[in-house]
């Protein structure tokens, strides 16, 4: 088969269109033919995408972990799906990805595809909306009439938080660059600020929630809009534990978890119209490197996908 693959440690340079082995599936597992797959930009410089589950190094490495498909083949043990079943998933990370023409996944991680969607439409989700669902639902407990600031809210997880957010009857504030406002309050953002131009601790207090997906010093000046309560919920990184204790507030930082139920719900939002995915670009696998340095620029709106089944030439 044909695939993205990484012989060493790096970024885009790194990333080789080349023949693979056809993986077979194992126990449990189901073997897909891929027509679309989702990128992380920073999945990269992840220590999962080169190690196997038991940690051992696992070179080369094929990097994507957001599938949709047709199942090909059934490992022994599998009654989740079936031949032909399309489906889509979040691939678990410390195993090659989708970016190739087949992928073996755990079937207990594939749900049915939207009806509603194409592949390359499906592609976008997984990632993005299980991280936003995990967030809001799992971690903050985030309630009607509650308020939740989401930063990088135009991003794949942002995009899907607000409109999840929105679904559940919050209140939604996000901050993001000037040239994804309108995009936002078509999402049901009310308030959005320019993080450019002004501080959002100046114009915001008093927030049950807040997701952060950028870290650094946003997450530090995050502390100071929460109400005591409130919860600081972080995909970036690990919050410290003495600022959220002097704001009497929770600090979490998760890695989503693949989760078929989780799925099922989403797709039904979905074609119920309640929610929809983001793309920002979708290229061919052959350019994948430049899917990547697309993504590791900055300011990328909802997800990049890379179509499986439409040729091109690495770039």
Known sequence: MRAIRLHARGGPEQLVYEEAPLPAPAAGEALLRVHAAGITPTELTWSETYQAPDGHERLPT?????VS????????????????????????FPRDGSAAEYVAVRAADLAPRPRSLDHVHAAAVPLSALTA???LFIHAGLEAGQRILIHGAAGGVGAFAAQLARWR??????????????FLRELGVETVIDYRTTRFEEVIRDVDVVL?????DTMERSWRVLRRGGTLVSVAAPPPPEPARDAGARGIFFIVEPSRAQLVEIARLIDAGQIRPVLDA??????????FERGLAGHVRGKIVLRVDDPGSLS
Not at 62 to 66: E, Q, R
Not at 212 to 216: A, E, N, P, S
Not at 282 to 288: D, F
């Open 62 to 66: 094929i990097p994507g972990h957001d």
């Open 69 to 92: 498909g047709v199942v090909e083949a059934l490992g022994p043990g599998v009654s989740e799906v079936a031949p032909d079943d399309a489906v889509y998933g979040l691939v678990a």
């Open 133 to 135: 669902w995990q967030a």
């Open 169 to 182: 009857g919050a209140r939604v504030d996000a901050t993001a660059s000037a040239r994804h406002h309108e």
């Open 212 to 216: 952060d997906t950028i870290g650094g």
């Open 282 to 291: 979708v290229l061919p696998l052959s350019r994948a490197r430049e899917a």
